[in-house]
């Protein structure tokens, strides 16, 4: 018999917290080992495999995309899936490139929820079905999506950016602006999620369409 999947929740609303556990306990596949507004609960499971799932609600693309960066870099192991109260195309993007191996609206039925708990412990990455169609998943994003987080960037994140199409690697950019390397790679990371994009090249091509 298969274990339990070991899995978490993280949403500021209570409420919607005892909703996913109760659905959870219904699919009998999975086991609540912690829930809470914030991470510190959650602390405990960030070593070892611990933790096997992670379900984060988010309302809000800006705090989603920076508090997913925050979490990867805390729950390493974990796979992390977000559950929006505001589905949007560039906000899913945006956090599949930060690192999210699922995603699906706040109001996700019992069998979405089960086929996202064995979709992603499987290594794949799920989407809700109806959010497939209205995303293009696979499709390049429009204009206007790069342009609204584009403009989330900082004005520091916006001169690392036109360095990366400058083809400038992170120890250069450090040099130029006198940072350490590993500042300027925090902000790549930073930039990719913003961006909804997986490599230089990528971002690279999002500063000659919007900003060059």
């Known amino acids: 018999m298969k274990r339990p999947i070991r899995t978490a929740i993280l949403d500021a609303q209570q409420i919607f917290r005892l909703g996913i556990t109760t659905l959870l306990a219904s699919l009998q596949v999975a086991i609540i080992v912690a829930e809470g507004s914030d ?30 960066v925050e979490l990867k870099g805390i729950f390493k192991k974990a796979k992390i899936v977000v559950l929006s109260g505001h589905p949007e195309s560039c906000e899913f993007r945006a956090l599949i490139a930060a690192g999210a191996v699922g995603y699906a609206s706040r109001s996700i039925t019992c069998t979405e929820l089960l ?5 992603t412990m499987k290594g794949g990455i ?5 959010l497939v169609g209205k995303f293009s998943v696979g499709g390049l994003k429009k204009p206007s999506d790069l342009k609204k987080f ?16 400058k083809a400038q690697t992170n120890k250069e950019i450090a040099h130029c602006l006198s940072i ?8 790549v990371t930073h930039i990719f999620a913003k961006l909804g994009v997986r490599n230089r090249i990528e971002a690279a091509k999002i500063w000659n369409k919007i900003f060059a």
């Open 39 to 68: 991470f510190e609960p959650l602390l405990r499971y960030s070593a070892g495999e611990l933790l096997d799932v992670l379900i984060v609600g988010f309302d809000d693309a800006r705090q989603g995309m920076n508090r997913l």
């Open 115 to 119: 086929d996202l708990l064995k979709t």
């Open 126 to 130: 799920y989407v809700e079905p109806k």
């Open 150 to 165: 584009a403009q989330e960037l900082t004005a520091r994140e916006r001169i690392i950016l036109e360095a990366i199409s």
């Open 180 to 187: 350490a390397e590993r500042t300027v790679k925090g902000h």
